[in-house]
């Protein structure tokens, strides 16, 4: 599984949308990218995914590169509940189990 | 529809003690996984079960065993407890068939080693 890069830490203004950066820059071409969030001490909750389209679900939106070297984890209108830290995963997508393996993240704070 | 519990929710053990730490989806996920999570770090793969009957080690496996009990449960134990085994402990479970699917987590086992 390729490994990812994202800073260890951002801020947000509530109400803005928060954008998270993931660089992914071995992809390889049947590696989906994935993100989760990890709010306090709680277990770990999807968010989306995707391969080489942008997506877009009731959480979040997720921007890939045309290259897929890079991806934006998009929180339109981010609120107090949306500090966590944020996971960038790449995962190959043939195996019948193909292990996640999750970095150290992006802490996300949302000021008031 | 529970989703997937873990017990016990907190554990204290001394060095050198064994126990079991039980985990159970009610999904019908096919894949369970193991992670344990150290303080201010992210979660590390410590055995997953790809089908019912059979287990794979992940990153950090050593002092572990694990068990696939049934499709529903998958069972982590240590057999001599250290303190380096301080952690929390998540369980996970997923359906890939296809594309990899997204991971649904319990809530964590707080497990101390003195």
């Known amino acids: 599984d390729a490994k990812t890069t994202q800073p260890p830490s951002m801020d947000c203004a509530e109400g803005r949308a928060a954008n998270l950066p993931c660089n992914h820059s071995?992809?390889?071409?049947?590696?989906?990218v994935y993100w989760y969030r990890q709010i306090h001490s709680q277990g770990p909750q999807y968010i989306i995914h995707?391969?080489?389209n942008n997506e877009t679900n009731e959480m979040a939106s997720l921007i890939i590169t045309e290259d897929r070297k890079s991806s934006t984890l998009i929180l339109p209108h981010a609120t107090l509940r949306d500090t966590a830290v944020y996971y960038c995963?790449?995962?190959?997508?043939?195996?019948?189990?193909?292990?996640?393996?999750f970095g150290s993240g992006t802490r996300l704070s949302i000021r008031p | 529809n529970a989703g997937v519990t873990q017990t016990p929710k907190f554990q204290v053990l001394k060095t050198g003690q064994s126990m079991t730490l039980q985990c159970a989806q009610d999904?019908?996920?096919?894949?369970m996984y193991w992670y344990r999570q150290d303080p201010g770090m992210g979660l590390r793969l410590i055995y997953y079960?790809?089908?019912?009957?059979?287990?794979d080690k992940g990153e950090v496996p050593n002092g572990y065993n694990v068990s696939r009990l049934n499709k529903r449960e998958f069972s982590l134990r240590l057999e001599s407890a250290a303190p380096s085994q301080t952690s929390v402990y998540f369980c996970?479970?997923?359906?890939?068939?296809?594309?990899?699917?997204?991971?649904?987590f319990g809530p964590g086992t707080r497990l101390t080693v003195t």
């Open positions: 996970a479970s997923s359906e890939e068939t296809g594309p990899p699917g997204e991971q649904y």
């Open positions: 071995t992809i390889s071409g049947n590696e989906y």
């Open positions: 995707g391969l080489k």
């Open positions: 995963i790449v995962r190959f997508a043939g195996s019948s189990a193909s292990k996640i393996i």
């Open positions: 999904m019908n996920h096919n894949s």
């Open positions: 079960s790809a089908s019912e009957g059979t287990t």
